[in-house]
């Protein structure tokens, strides 16, 4: 006669078989286990960083709000030209600073970028654009 194990009937000739079951039932917590341990693993390593390269998002606000200021000066036609040719960058890397908002420039260009901020918002005799040694029109 066969024996029940765990609720599953194995016949007496597959009775070797009966502990080769229990061991692909250990293996398969197991690896349940390892799974979950890799899927924290690779959690962890989406995580930013201390010092990582920022990205645009929710967490650089002063970034947001200097896109901001920017966006209205770039609508005349020529001006995402003019800006890139003052930071030295493609036409389309201004696009992706300030239009699709998928990269910052470096701290150089970026104080290129709120010179030209400055010399379209001030008007009066004292512009920034004698700090600059780019034109900044």
Known sequence: MGRMTTG??????LRPLDSLIGLLGEL????VEQ???AAGRRREARRPRRGSTLRPGGETPLWNAVV?????????????????????????????????????????????VLLWLAARETSGAAKP????????N
């Not at 398969?28 to 690896?31: F, I, K, Q, R, S």
């Not at 000066?73 to 908002?101: C, I, M, S, W």
Request: glycine residues 4%; positive net charge.
């Open 68 to 112: 901001a200021k920017v966006r209205p000066h770039l609508r005349t036609r020529g001006a995402k030209a003019n800006l890139a040719r003052v930071l030295e960058v493609p036409r389309q890397r201004v696009h992706d600073y300030f239009v699709t908002g998928t990269q910052m420039p470096d701290a150089e260009r970026m104080i290129h």
């Open 35 to 37: 799974a979950q341990e």
């Open 129 to 136: 654009a004698a700090m600059s040694p780019k034109p900044l």
């Open 8 to 13: 599953v009937y194995i016949p007496s000739a």
């Open 28 to 31: 398969g917590a197991l690896a």
